[in-house]
C-alpha cells in the first residue's frame, strides 16, 4: 500500500494538506494550512518511490540553497523533514499567481518596458543569491512566478534551487565532483554548462536571463534545433536570431544588452546582475529603476575563477554530486592572480612561436627520415633541383592545406603553404585545453571564430 501523502493527511502534527496543486516526475505539491497559525502554506514532497540519492541531495540542496538567500523575490522555506517512510519534504511559501510561462501563452510578447521591469525584479533575486554564494543553473520562465501586492503590484518569485550550485568560502574553483549529466533546461543553458555543468559562475545565470528577456519581448527562444543535441550545437555554435526582426519596436539599444548576456564567451558577456540592471534601468518604469537599484545595493561582487583545473579529490557540497562553484576572493585578488595584457600578449607569442619551432623541427626530421630511405634514381632526381629553404609558416611544397586534431590539448593544427611565400601564418595561437585558463589573444589579433573541426566529445563545437 502506497504511503504517499494524500488531501486531508496531517504533516508533522501541524500541517493539514488541502488540495493538491502540482503533480510531476519528482513529486507533488499540496496546498497545506498550519494548525495552529492558521496561514496558508505549500508542502512539496519527493515521490517515495525515488531512492536515487543524487535526487534525494537535489531536493535537499533546494531548501538549504532558498533557506539561505533573504530576498522578496525569492520564494522562501519555512521549514524541511521526514515522513515516518523517511520521504521528504519542505515547508514553502504558498503563492498564487502564474508562471511567466503562462503569460507568455496567455499574452503573447510584453511591451517593452513591462518585460525589463519584471526581468530587474528577478536581478535583484539573483543578486541576493549570487551574494550568498548560489548559482541557480535553472532560470526558465517556468521557474519565475509573477504574484501580486495587495495593491496589485507584480512580483516575481524566483522558484526551484535544485538544481542551484554552491560557491564555498573556503574552496577553490578546482574542488569540482564528477558529473556527466547536462544540468539545467536546455533551451536556457549556456554554452560552458553544455560543456561542463561544473564549469559555471553567476555569469550562467546571466546568459539564462538574456534568454528569458529575449521571449518576453519576442514571444519565441533566441535558439532552435528540432533534437536537444541540434539545439545544444546552435547554443553553442549560431548566433542569436535577431529579436527587432520580431519586435521591430524592441530599441537597438536593448536588443545589444541581451545580446551582451548571449556572448559565447562568458568573458565578454555582461559581468554580473549588478551591470545587467545599470544597462537595463534607462528602459524601466519608475518601479523598474527602484528594482535596479536594490539589485546594486544587494549585489556583493565575488572573484570569478578562472584558471583551475581538476583535482584528483573532488570536494562535494551539500551531499549533491555537482554542487561547488569558483573560490572567493576580493576583486584585488582577482587582479593578483590575472595576468597583465602585455603578460598574456607575451605568453602568447611564446606559445605561437614554440608549437611553430616544434612544426618546423618535426617537418624536418621526417624530410631527413625520407632522404635515407629514397631510391637511388629519386636521390640522383633530387639533386638536380632547387634546394627547398625552410621557413617559419610551416608551408609545404605543393601548396595544399592540412589540418589535424592534437587529442591531448583539443587543439586544431593547421598549415597551409605555397613554394614561394614567406610569409607568416595569419592563424591565431593555439587554443589551450579544456578548463585549462584560456590565454588571451594580443589586442590587436582579430577575433577568431569557432573552428569546424574542432569538436568536443559529445560533438558539440569547443569555443573557449
Given at each position: 500500500m502506497s504511503n504517499e501523502p494524500r488531501e486531508g493527511d496531517v504533516v508533522a502534527d501541524k500541517y493539514r494538506l488541502e488540495a493538491l496543486i502540482g503533480s510531476g516526475a519528482m513529486g507533488r505539491v499540496f496546498r497545506a494550512r498550519h494548525l495552529l497559525l492558521?496561514?496558508?502554506v505549500a508542502l512539496k514532497f519527493l515521490h517515495e518511490?525515488?531512492?536515487r540519492d543524487d535526487l534525494r541531495s537535489r531536493f535537499t540542496r533546494e531548501a538549504q540553497s532558498t533557506m539561505a538567500i533573504r530576498s522578496e523575490h525569492v520564494v522562501q522555506v519555512f521549514d524541511f523533514g521526514f515522513l515516518p517512510s523517511q520521504t521528504p519534504y519542505i515547508v514553502l511559501e504558498y503563492l498564487e499567481g502564474q508562471d511567466l510561462r503562462a503569460l507568455l501563452r496567455e499574452r503573447g510578447a510584453l511591451p517593452v518596458q513591462r518585460a525589463v521591469d519584471l526581468i530587474l525584479q528577478v536581478c535583484a533575486g539573483l543578486a541576493a543569491a549570487h551574494a550568498a554564494g548560489i548559482v541557480h543553473r535553472d532560470?526558465?520562465?517556468?521557474?519565475?512566478?509573477?504574484?501580486h501586492r495587495a495593491g496589485g503590484m507584480p512580483v516575481i518569485k524566483i522558484l526551484d534551487f535544485g538544481v542551484s550550485k554552491v560557491e564555498?568560502?573556503?574552496q577553490s574553483a578546482h574542488e569540482l565532483t564528477a558529473t556527466d549529466a547536462l544540468i539545467g533546461s536546455p533551451a536556457y543553458v549556456s554554452p560552458e554548462q553544455i560543456r561542463d555543468a561544473r564549469n559555471v559562475d553567476e555569469r550562467a545565470d546571466i546568459w539564462s536571463l538574456g534568454i528569458v528577456l529575449y521571449m518576453l519581448l519576442g514571444g519565441d527562444k533566441p535558439f532552435a534545433g528540432e533534437t536537444v543535441?541540434?539545439?545544444?550545437?546552435?547554443?553553442?555554435?549560431?548566433p542569436p536570431r535577431p529579436l527587432r526582426d520580431r519586435t521591430p519596436g524592441v530599441p537597438a539599444a536593448l536588443e545589444d544588452v541581451i545580446f551582451r548576456c548571449l556572448e559565447k564567451r562568458r568573458d565578454e558577456r555582461m559581468p554580473n546582475v549588478?551591470?545587467?540592471?545599470?544597462?537595463?534601468?534607462p528602459f524601466a518604469s519608475t518601479a523598474g529603476k527602484a528594482s535596479a537599484e536594490l539589485t546594486r545595493s544587494t549585489y556583493v561582487p565575488r572573484a570569478?575563477?578562472?584558471t583551475a583545473a581538476p583535482t584528483a579529490t573532488p570536494v562535494s557540497v551539500l551531499d549533491a554530486p555537482d554542487a561547488t562553484m569558483t573560490a572567493t576572493a576580493t576583486e584585488a585578488a582577482r587582479a593578483a592572480r590575472e595576468p597583465s595584457d602585455t603578460e598574456r600578449a607575451a605568453h602568447t607569442r611564446k606559445r605561437t612561436v614554440g608549437m611553430l619551432v616544434l612544426v618546423v623541427s618535426v617537418t624536418a626530421s621526417a624530410a631527413w627520415l625520407s632522404s635515407r630511405f629514397r631510391a637511388p634514381e629519386q636521390s640522383a632526381a633530387a639533386s638536380t633541383s632547387p634546394t627547398p629553404t625552410s621557413n617559419m609558416t610551416g608551408r609545404s611544397p605543393e601548396g595544399t592545406e592540412s589540418g589535424h586534431v592534437d587529442g591531448s590539448a583539443r587543439?586544431?593544427?593547421t598549415s597551409t603553404s605555397t613554394s614561394t611565400s614567406t610569409s607568416t601564418s595569419t592563424e591565431g595561437p593555439p587554443q589551450p585545453a579544456r578548463r585549462l585558463r584560456p590565454v588571451a589573444r594580443p589586442a590587436s589579433a582579430p577575433k577568431a571564430g569557432p573552428k569546424k573541426g574542432q569538436v568536443d566529445r559529445n560533438g558539440v563545437p569547443i569555443l573557449d
Open positions: 492558521g496561514h496558508a518511490s525515488i531512492e532560470l526558465k520562465p517556468q521557474n519565475l512566478f509573477l504574484v564555498s568560502r573556503s543535441a541540434a539545439l545544444c550545437a546552435s547554443i553553442v555554435v549560431d549588478s551591470a545587467l540592471a545599470d544597462a537595463l534601468e570569478i575563477a578562472t587543439t586544431l593544427v
